[in-house]
Antibody, heavy 119, light 111 residues
């Protein structure tokens, strides 16, 4: 059974750096075709890709956020970490960790972590 | 890069059927898409992938009343015998080697 759980702050101040951790189980991020990523959803709005890291350490960053993002993995601890610098109130959203499989898209979702950016 | 277009809303009476559409942009008509359901206040859930051939592959536990199909650049999600718990937002997703995108979502209301 695949599970993903996000952890991190619920409130950050403008200009601060956000660090989110995804801890997963039920699969290995060393398996060919597997990736783990982050998708966000502002309140009342649609889903938006943020970043993705692949089994072979390749990375995808959504172009509009690329300069602010870093995604990394620790396969021994089954964790993926996302950092986003210079947070702004428009970054207020629920951030979901997801398991993705080549050829299928996103297969599993975490429960989400609501991050509010406010002073 | 691919773009997905979805209608903003749809409605269906309890026990009827509803067919949602997700349209791929020009030049991407053979792309695979995935459908996700998001019930109010919950995280999204993977429903299925739909290929250009019309074949589809559902996730574990997805009820039989959900099915997929395809025609040209259009990918469909059909919900038969609509139940109250099907009231949700439905998103389609696609990708290529450089891009990952979602559609804007369709809100389904059960009457």
């Amino acid at each position: 059974q695949i599970t993903l759980k996000e952890s991190g702050p619920t409130l950050v101040k403008p200009t601060q750096t956000l660090t989110l951790t995804c801890t997963f189980s039920g699969f290995s991020l060393t398996t060919t075709g597997v990736s783990v990523g982050w998708i966000r959803q502002p309140p009342g709005k649609a889903l938006e890709w943020v970043a993705l890291i692949y089994w072979d350490d390749d990375r995808y960053y959504t172009p509009s956020l690329k300069s602010r993002l870093t995604i990394s993995k620790d396969t021994s601890r089954n964790q993926v970490v996302l950092t986003m610098t210079n947070m702004d109130p428009v970054d207020t959203a629920t951030y979901y960790c997801v398991y993705r499989l080549n050829g299928y898209g996103v297969r599993n979702w975490g429960q989400g972590n609501l991050v509010t950016v406010s002073s | 890069q691919p773009v997905l277009t979805q209608s903003s809303s749809a409605s269906a009476s309890l026990g009827s059927s509803v067919k949602l559409i997700c349209t791929l942009s020009s030049g991407h008509s053979n792309f695979i898409i995935a459908w996700h359901q998001q019930q109010p206040g919950k995280a999204p859930r993977y429903l299925m992938k739909v290929e250009g051939s019309g074949s589809y592959n559902k996730g574990s536990g997805v009820p039989d009343r959900f099915s997929g199909s395809s025609s040209g650049a259009d990918r469909y999600l059909t919900i038969s015998n609509v139940q109250s718990e099907d009231e949700a937002d439905y998103y389609c997703e696609t990708w290529d080697s450089n891009t990952h995108v979602f559609g804007s979502g369709t809100k389904v209301t059960v009457l």
